[in-house]
């Protein structure tokens, strides 16, 4: 049986004041052609479908669009809210979509919802979780202890989402002799961000991954960047656009996953061409501005262009856009702008530890930030040299 696996269409955005509806359309699309040609049994969307709780009129469209031609292709849908979303919203009108093959999570209520598949090696489980905060399952627990009071004295509540999420998955009675996925909206512990996620400090959201063991292969989303953590199988696809800068060297891409008998996950990734592709440009008003400079590439791209000029160019950003009519950001990086860090930097390393000075230095270099395993070793390097 054989899936793609995508998450985190934020349709309806805004970056820097430029929609990218148009860009989401096209790229959905794309996505739409890479099923068919794939000849996919499902499409699992991994959270944060929408970019807003209350997504505007034509972000609706989009999306009904999408999943309308799914549907008509004969390709199942599995997806859940994920942070961005309002859980009720999604949940609208699941039941009925649901005779057309198109699942999608309800309001978590205590269980999740189960949808089963079948291929010549059996039964395929697919559980759908939505974003889940601890509090949303205090609520369920509390409920529960109305109705059951004697049991009070026994119930732990969730401290944290790794707790909330163990909690539910618990709860949802899986047969580890069949063939388990799980789709769900997380940050899992040692997962690379980038600057276009909701942080929470301090790491508070964090789940550990060993939750997840009881799956085959764990469909996840709340992560921009495409990667796998601690196990091939526990994966985020990404977003299927770049929606900041510290995304411009990434290849967007799908993740097409291939179920074979239990234990026999195949995955590879398929690359996204999209509309518009999203670059960063250097150099001084006169080098960025010259023919032979910008000839043969494109110039509509969205792009973040840093000028080396030591004194600011009067009006260049409305210039520099008659060249590159999608230019998003301008910044200067010269003595003055460097004499300015180096001035906060100063006042500010005087506040922090070793540790958090590496932190920040290796997320300069690297465009993310270092995982818990990595912060682990500095500190014992650290310690070890005192």
Do not use: W
Not at 14 to 35: H, V
Not at 185 to 205: L, P, Y
Not at 217 to 224: K, N, W
């Amino acid at each position: 049986m054989k899936f793609l696996h995508i998450s985190d269409l934020h349709i309806g955005k805004r970056l820097n004041e430029f929609s990218m509806i148009e860009d989401q359309r096209y790229i959905l699309k794309e996505i739409l052609e890479i099923a068919k040609t794939e000849q996919v049994d499902g499409i699992l969307i991994a959270g944060d479908i929408y970019d807003k709780p209350v997504p505007s009129a034509e972000a609706v469209k989009v999306f009904d669009l999408f999943l309308t031609k799914l549907a008509d292709q004969k390709i199942k849908v599995f997806a859940i809210s994920g942070n961005h979303d309002s859980p009720e919203r999604i949940a609208f009108g699941a039941q009925l979509m649901s005779s057309r093959d198109v699942y999608v999570s309800p309001v978590y209520d205590g269980t999740s919802t189960k949808i089963t598949v079948t291929d010549e090696y059996g039964e395929l489980y697919i559980y759908l979780l939505p974003f889940l905060k601890p509090a949303v399952m205090r609520h369920v627990l509390e409920k529960e202890l109305e109705k059951e009071s004697e049991k009070e004295a026994d119930t732990k509540m969730p401290e944290s989402y790794h707790d909330a999420v163990r909690m539910a998955i618990e709860r949802m009675d899986i047969d580890k002799e069949k063939r388990n996925i799980l789709v769900s909206h997380q940050f899992v512990t040692g997962a690379g961000r980038c600057d276009s996620e909701d942080i929470s400090v301090g790491g508070i959201d964090n789940v550990d991954a060993e939750v997840f063991d009881a799956f085959d292969y764990v469909a996840l989303g709340h992560i921009h960047s495409p990667q796998s953590v601690k196990h091939e199988t526990v994966r985020y696809c990404g977003t299927p656009l770049k929606y900041s800068f510290s995304e411009a060297a990434q290849e967007k891409s799908v993740v097409f996953v291939e179920f074979v008998k239990k234990g026999q996950v195949l995955l590879r990734t398929i690359p996204l061409k999209p509309l518009h592709d999203m670059r960063k440009i250097r150099g001084t008003y006169l080098e960025v501005t010259a023919r032979s400079f910008y000839e043969g590439t494109d110039t509509h791209d969205y792009v973040q262009i840093t000028l080396t000029d030591e004194e600011d160019v009067p009006d260049a950003l409305q210039k520099l856009r008659v060249i590159y009519p999608n230019l998003m950001q301008l910044v200067y990086d010269n003595s003055r702008t460097k004499q300015n860090q180096m001035i906060e930097v100063s006042e500010h390393t005087q506040r922090k530890t070793e540790l958090e000075l590496f932190e920040e230095f290796y997320e300069l270099q690297n465009n993310q930030p270092m995982s818990q395993e990595q912060a682990a070793f500095i500190r014992k390097l650290i310690e070890e040299n005192r």
